[in-house]
């Protein structure tokens, strides 16, 4: 019996894992795609934006090492 209840789950894994994959496919089929121009031109915004950020947080560790060493040199 155990046997029997063993390959009824195989086939629900399969059945399930088999629907995923076509309810992903359908998914993707309605997905907007970008074009060319529109790829490049959201690449360079991502890019430049990670620099800004970068930038930024490099600036602010830089400041706050400059702040914490004032600190501890007025503590000593």
Do not use: C, H
């Not at 991502?46 to 007025?74: E, H, K, M, P, R």
């Amino acid at each position: 019996m155990a046997v029997g209840n063993k390959v009824g789950q195989e086939r629900s894994l399969v059945n399930k894992v088999t629907k995923f994959l076509r309810d992903a496919r359908a998914e993707l089929r309605k997905v907007t795609w970008p074009n060319r121009k529109e790829l490049t031109t959201y690449t360079i915004v991502v890019i430049a934006i990670t620099i800004i950020v970068s930038l930024f947080v490099g600036a602010a560790d830089w400041l706050f090492s400059q702040l914490f060493g004032l600190l501890s040199a007025l503590g000593r």
